[in-house]
């Protein structure tokens, strides 16, 4: 099997965020390869943005909503030594622009949670699933129990 240079991880935010984030560094541990991760705003106001736009964390946008969504991916980066540069906001409709991420940073393995915050109504979640059938590369669900 080939190593895995650089995987991404998708992170919603869920509970069980950490469960997914610590398979992926020990993945990453294990390839030694470049961890990124990503997080797509769907759920804030953001009226002068368009889909895809990247959101810097280094700039004080001044909008108390938009910098506590930067400070939590910003957590989890530190808590799983991920470089800023590493570290991915972008607004728009999740699965569309985690794929865009993923082959604009030539990306060998995406991450995500089999559930997320829309709960375990699906058998695999919607955006889970999506990541599935449209990515060009390698997808691990890591598999989510309630
Ligand atoms: P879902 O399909 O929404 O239940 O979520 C399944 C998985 O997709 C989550 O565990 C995350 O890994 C990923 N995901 C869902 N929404 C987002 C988001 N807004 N940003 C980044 N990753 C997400």
């Excluded at 910003?74 to 794929?99: C, D, H, R, T």
């Excluded at 993923?102 to 699906?122: F, P, T």
Aim: aromatic share 6%; charged share 20%.
């Amino acid at each position: 099997m080939n190593d895995y240079k650089h995987i991404l991880l998708a992170v919603d935010f869920s509970k069980q965020v950490n469960t997914v984030a610590e398979k992926a560094k020990a993945i990453a541990n294990k390839h030694q390869a470049k961890l990124s991760i990503v997080h797509v705003l769907d759920n804030i106001p953001m009226p002068d943005a368009y889909y895809g736009t990247v959101i810097s964390l280094t700039e004080n946008s001044g909008d108390p909503l938009l910098e506590a969504e930067k400070a939590k991916l910003m957590a989890i980066g530190e808590q799983f030594s991920v470089e800023v540069s590493n570290q991915w906001l972008l607004w728009g409709i999740p699965k569309q622009e985690i794929i865009y991420v993923a082959e604009q940073q030539q990306v060998d393995l995406i991450v995500v949670g089999s559930h997320g915050r829309h709960g375990i109504a699906l058998l695999l979640g919607s955006t889970a699933n999506s990541i599935l059938h449209t990515a060009k590369c390698d997808v691990l669900a890591v598999r989510l129990k309630e």
